[in-house]
C-alpha cells in the first residue's frame, strides 16, 4: 500500500497534469517533424517520438501510482504515534546514535534536510508506521538486524 500525504497526493497530481499538457506540443512536434520527409534519418522525429514515449510511461506510472495510492487522514492522530508526515527522533540502540527521520509516502531526494526521509514502503518505515514514543522496533538493514527506540515525536 501506498501512503501519501496531502500535500504528496496534491503534487503527484500536479506533475500528472503537466505531463499530459505536454501532449499537444509533443503531437506538434511529430507533425512538423514528419513533413519534413523521410522518417528513417530524421532525427527530430526520432526525438519527438522518444520524448512522446517517455512521457506517455510517466503519465501511466503517474496514474497507477495516484489510482493505488491511499491519502492518510492525519487528523485523528494521536500525539504520541508515528504517521506519515511526522519527524520522529530513534535512537539506534547498536551504537545509541540518535537521528530525526520523517516518514513520507515519497522521497524528495532532498539531503539538505535536518532530517532523513524514510518512505512507508522502506524497512524502517513500515517498523515505525504507527509505533508509538517509547516502543521499541526492529528492523533488517544492510548492515544486519537493527533495534531502534522511539524517543520522541517531533514537532
Do not use: C, W
Not at 36 to 62: P, T, V
Not at 72 to 95: C, I, Q, S, W, Y
Not at 102 to 130: C, H, P, Q, W
Amino acid at each position: 500500500m501506498d501512503y501519501l500525504t496531502t500535500e504528496e497526493h496534491a503534487k503527484l497530481k500536479e506533475e500528472l497534469e503537466s505531463f499530459i499538457g505536454k501532449r499537444l506540443e509533443i503531437s506538434k512536434r511529430i507533425g512538423t517533424a514528419r513533413e519534413l520527409g523521410d522518417l528513417k534519418e530524421n532525427a527530430d522525429y526520432h526525438s519527438a517520438k522518444d520524448d512522446q514515449a517517455h512521457n506517455e510511461r510517466k503519465i501511466k506510472d503517474l496514474e497507477k501510482r495516484l489510482s493505488n495510492a491511499t491519502v492518510a487522514d492525519t487528523e485523528h492522530v494521536p500525539d504520541d504515534m508515528v504517521f506519515l508526515g511526522t519527524v520522529v527522533r530513534l535512537k539506534n540502540l547498536n551504537n545509541n546514535k540518535e537521528d530525526l527521520y520523517m516518514l513520507v509516502g515519497e522521497s524528495s531526494g532532498r539531503f539538505d534536510l535536518d532530517y532523513m526521509e524514510v518512505t512507508t514502503n522502506s524497512e524502517l518505515g513500515m517498523a515505525i508506521f504507527k509505533a508509538r514514543v517509547g516502543e521499541t522496533v526492529g528492523v533488517e538493514l544492510p548492515a544486519g538486524r537493527t533495534k531502534f527506540e522511539i524517543v520522541s515525536i517531533e514537532e
